[in-house]
């Protein structure tokens, strides 16, 4: 059975610095997120992604981070300049083709120093 | 905007026995999904159960139901038969259906299966 895939599964890295987060949807998905939880807390929206071009975004998603599908098979989350706040583990799901239902990757434990 | 609102933080049961969590939802729109989210200690979301709001017959997956509620817009999940491997968090969210929306979680229920 198709899954969504997410690397690295735990990244540690210091305050400052830029981090990318990989996720690799459900080959024939369109619509792909990207969500965060801080440890516990619930799961937040962070942005929705489709057709090359992000379709909403959360107040979280400021001008650090990023999004890009950069080769058709990647989806990648960046931020540019990592607080000790955007520690959480981070999600990426797709959409399937019925449109009921949101397939989630096994997510990213980001830790920030 | 819509909200999801799980009011208890923690609940147990023994093992066997059956158990309901709570979820009540917000929305003024008509066509929307409702989910129940399983996540264990390694932390994977792991859709448990699916209502589709148009369908008045309130969905089951083996030990899982769900009782619908539409127009007090409220969500419950019946776990009966309770196991050890039922220990985790459980998140209830919704997803208007408008084509590729995103999932609005609720706080999330502590569920501990006690032997």
């Known amino acids: 059975e198709p899954e969504v895939t997410q690397t690295p599964s735990h990244q540690v890295t210091q305050m400052g610095q830029e981090v990318i987060l990989r996720c690799v949807p459900i080959?024939?998905?369109?619509?792909f997120y990207w969500y965060r939880q801080i440890l516990g807390q619930k799961v937040e929206f962070l942005v929705s992604?489709?057709?090359?071009?992000?379709?909403?975004k959360s107040e979280i998603f400021d001008d650090q981070f990023s999004v890009e599908r950069p080769d058709g098979s990647n989806f990648t989350l960046k931020i540019r300049s990592t607080k000790l706040e955007d520690s959480a583990m981070y999600f990426c799901?797709?959409?399937?083709?019925?449109?009921?239902?949101?397939?989630f990757g096994p997510g990213t434990r980001l830790t920030v120093t | 905007a819509q909200t999801v609102t799980q009011s208890q933080p923690e609940m147990s049961v023994q093992e066997a026995e059956t158990v309901t969590l709570s979820c009540t939802y917000d929305?003024?729109?008509?066509?929307?999904?409702l989910f129940w989210y399983k996540q264990p200690p390694s932390r994977q979301m792991i859709l448990v159960i699916r209502?589709?709001?148009?369908?008045?017959q309130n969905a089951t997956e083996n030990r899982f139901s769900v009782n619908f509620q539409k127009a007090a817009k409220s969500f419950s999940l019946k776990i009966s038969d309770s196991q050890l491997g039922d220990t985790a968090m459980y998140f209830c969210?919704?997803?208007?259906?408008?084509?590729?929306?995103?999932?609005?979680f609720g706080q999330g229920t502590e569920l501990s299966v006690k032997p």
């Open positions: 929305t003024s729109e008509n066509n929307y999904y």
């Open positions: 080959s024939n998905h369109l619509y």
């Open positions: 209502q589709e709001a148009y369908k008045q």
């Open positions: 799901a797709s959409l399937g083709q019925a449109k009921d239902e949101q397939y």
């Open positions: 992604f489709y057709n090359n071009e992000i379709s909403e």
């Open positions: 969210a919704f997803m208007w259906n408008n084509q590729g929306g995103k999932l609005i």
